[in-house]
Nanobody
Framework: QVQLVESGGGLVQAGGSLRLSCAAS????????MGWYRQAPGKQRELVAR???????MYADSVKGRFTISRDNAKNAVYLQMNSLKPDDTAVYYC??????????????WGQGTQVTVSS
């Protein structure tokens, strides 16, 4: 099995910064794309940022220029640096990974979520 563990959420004032981390562990053969999603109360889960194994990135329009996604393939980890945070960024942030396991099964795995709250 594969587990994703997130850390780094918290409470921050508008204009501040936070860095989220996510580490994947378990029966991992390889990881393709990794990404961060978020879900605010009463809203659907949305993609925030995504990075492929080769380092190609994409961002939601709402976070372009403020958030940066990166990964450490040796550690099976993905990070999200969030700057110039706004109250609209308040949500539970989820890590996601597309994993090929050691028994050659492909799966889409999620972390448990970490709360980010931005006060005005």
């Amino acid at each position: 099995q594969v587990q994703l563990v997130e850390s780094g959420g918290g409470l921050v004032q508008a204009g501040g910064s936070l860095r989220l981390s996510c580490a994947a562990s378990g029966s991992i053969f390889s990881i393709n794309a990794m990404g961060w999603y978020r879900q605010a109360p009463g809203k659907q889960r949305e993609l925030v940022a995504r990075i492929t194994s080769g380092g190609s990135t994409m961002y939601a329009d709402s976070v372009k220029g403020r958030f940066t996604i990166s990964r450490d393939n040796a550690k099976n980890a993905v990070y999200l640096q969030m700057n110039s945070l706004k109250p609209d960024d308040t949500a539970v942030y989820y890590c996601n990974s597309e994993v090929t396991t050691t028994n050659w099964a492909w799966g889409n795995y999620w972390g448990q979520g970490t709360q980010v709250t931005v006060s005005s």
